[in-house]
């Protein structure tokens, strides 16, 4: 399956990877299926692009690559939606804010995206009483993970 996508142009797709969100997403509610996709060859960065609207895309990554003690705990009602039956169908991301210079990036830990990567199916989490905000900073967990090497 072909579809246009906002960084890559035009690219085939596997239709049994494309992940379905029952809900949208939050600001994007009509939005249902995304596929992710490596934003280069290498590196932390994904992006979850709409399957159906080329413009829409997200740059996304693993939370535990920039924060070692990042917790999600999930309620019965996503454990559910999701049908989640092991720890290891769960893969999780959050969305960046992409900014000029690139050390003002942001990540949003406060509402991650939960896909249970088994039977593709997404939804964006907001965690409730949480440390956790829509706006940290990822290079400054880049610059601590150099320094602990």
Known sequence: MKIQTKYHGEIEIEPSKVIHFEQGIPSFLEEREFY?????????FFIMQSVQTAGLAFVVVSPFDFFSDYEVKLSDPVIEALQIESQEEIVIFTTLTIQEPFQ??????????????????????????????????????????????
């Open 104 to 149: 003002n990036t942001t990540t949003n830990l406060q509402g991650p995206i939960v896909i249970n990567d088994k039977k593709k199916l997404g939804k964006q989490v907001i965690l409730a009483d949480s440390p956790y905000k829509t706006k940290h900073l990822l290079t400054s967990q880049l610059a601590r993970a150099g320094k602990g090497e």
């Open 36 to 44: 992710i996709l490596p934003f280069a060859d290498e590196g932390p």
